[in-house]
């Protein structure tokens, strides 16, 4: 089988290929659903144009396609969500689904750990535009789970000057902004993996001084980075690269990186309350969970 999966968050859209043990990801995409619907109160009629456009642009032969939306997507009534599972069905042959924050979490981590042999605890951080998720994990299970309510969005708003080319507020002030509104693990962890957030992207393209991840194997996870060099770095990410040198990476969708400050104070934040001495930043999705349930034939709702 192959299957279209399509991850509709806060800011940007992901569309992926399924089949058999191969995930592809096509493209990802900027649709700002959380930043309209707290302007306008609801979900914009060209945002859904957009992601439906999105859809057609996909291969059309595909046997099915989903939409996961997180995020924003939570807060609709039962009544608009079943109204969104028409108009996607109709539209765009679409099945429409919404995942609980919990859900994202556990699908996430699913597909982060499954490859680990690692006897430690391990970390793993899902970063979003509207909401972020943090699990501890230890021999393949999660052992606590720390959901907030709270992203890069909301980070945003209280340092706009974040998205400027270079940016004159400290790593610091936004870290501490953070850890005062983030839940978090009572536990720590050895590492922690960055997940949700095209993480990769940044730190090869911005030249982060990452090294072959030599604490296990694991294809979707060959990088690493100390987190005393990961601080450090981020310095120099806030006030020494201008975005307009890292938008050529992202052709189709420049605006990416406007956020991608934001992502760093919480790398930082959370790094620091779980003591890790290691970063292992990623492209994981939640599409690598949702892969492995449709292979066994799982429920994923």
Not at 7 to 17: D, H, P
Not at 76 to 105: C, D, G, P
Not at 280 to 299: C, S
Request: aromatic share 10%.
């Amino acid at each position: 089988m192959r299957v279209g999966i399509i991850e509709a968050g806060s800011t940007n859209t992901k569309c992926y290929i399924v089949e058999a043990d191969i995930i592809s990801e096509i493209f990802f995409r900027n649709i700002n659903f959380k930043a309209n619907y707290k302007t306008n109160g609801r979900i914009l009629e060209a945002d859904l144009s957009s992601l439906v456009l999105l859809i057609k642009s996909m291969p059309n032969d595909l046997d099915s396609i989903h939409i996961y939306g997180t995020s924003i997507f939570r807060e609709l009534s039962h009544e608009i969500v079943e109204r969104l599972k028409i108009y996607f069905m109709n539209e765009a042959n679409a099945h429409f689904h919404v995942v609980t924050q919990a859900a994202e979490n556990e699908l996430t981590v699913l597909g982060s750990i499954s490859c680990i042999d690692y006897s430690s605890n391990i970390g793993v951080m899902i970063g979003g535009g509207g909401s972020t998720e943090i699990s501890i994990c230890n021999n393949k299970k999660i052992i606590e789970q720390a959901n907030t309510n709270f992203g890069v969005l909301d980070v945003l708003q209280e340092f706009p000057q974040l998205a400027n080319d270079i940016t004159d507020v400290s790593v610091e002030s936004v870290k501490k902004f953070i850890v005062q509104r983030l839940s978090v693990p009572i536990n720590k962890a050895d590492i922690l993996i960055l997940t949700g957030g095209g993480f990769l992207i940044r730190y090869i393209n911005a030249r982060y001084p990452i090294i072959s991840n030599t604490l296990y194997h694991c294809n979707e996870q060959q990088y690493m980075i100390s987190r005393d060099a990961n601080t450090e770095y981020d310095e120099k990410y806030y006030h020494n690269i201008s975005y307009a040198s890292l938008r050529k990476f992202t052709p189709d969708n420049p605006s990416w990186w406007d956020g991608t400050r934001a992502m760093c104070g919480f790398v930082n934040a959370v790094s620091e309350v779980l003591d890790v001495a290691y970063i292992i930043p990623t492209d994981l999705t939640m599409v690598q969970g949702i892969a492995f349930k449709i292979r066994n034939y799982e429920h994923i709702d």
